[in-house]
């Protein structure tokens, strides 16, 4: 009998063991920094050509961006920051019309 008393009372611990254990406070450590930062104004100078891939992709290296995204003309963009991203906005003529980073 005292056998199952005994597991009876370790089974009843086990989860208050793991709501303590998940309790503790995590250690806060800094995200690492971004391999690559935009430069924006690196990437003034594209403003007013004709958006295309191959453009996109000077644009990238000049701006030392990891990422590119487009901008289409009246199109919703996430506010998410990314500092390794560079936005490229244009009209409906593909004209190029802002450089941004984020």
Same mark, same amino acid.
């Given at each position: 009998?005292?056998?199952i008393r +005994?597991?009876?009372?370790v089974?009843?611990a086990?989860p208050?063991?793991a709501c303590a254990?998940s309790?503790? /406070?995590? %250690?806060s450590? /800094?995200? /690492?920094?971004? %391999?690559m930062t ?7 100078s594209f #403003? ?5 891939p191959? +453009? ?7 701006t030392?961006?990891?990422t590119?995204?487009?901008g /289409?003309p009246?199109?919703?963009?996430t506010m998410?920051?990314?500092q390794?991203r #560079?936005n #490229?906005m244009y009209?409906d ?5 802002q #450089?941004?980073?984020?």
């Open positions: 009998m005292m056998d +005994l597991l009876g009372l089974a009843a086990l208050l063991a254990a309790d503790a /406070p995590a %250690e450590t /800094p995200p /690492p920094p971004a %391999e935009c430069n924006a104004d690196a990437g003034a #403003v007013g050509q004709t958006a295309t191959d +453009l996109g992709g000077a644009i990238v290296k000049a030392g961006a990891r590119l995204r487009w /289409p009246r199109s919703a963009m998410d920051y990314r390794d #560079v #490229v009209d003529a593909y004209k190029i019309t #450089v941004t980073c984020g």
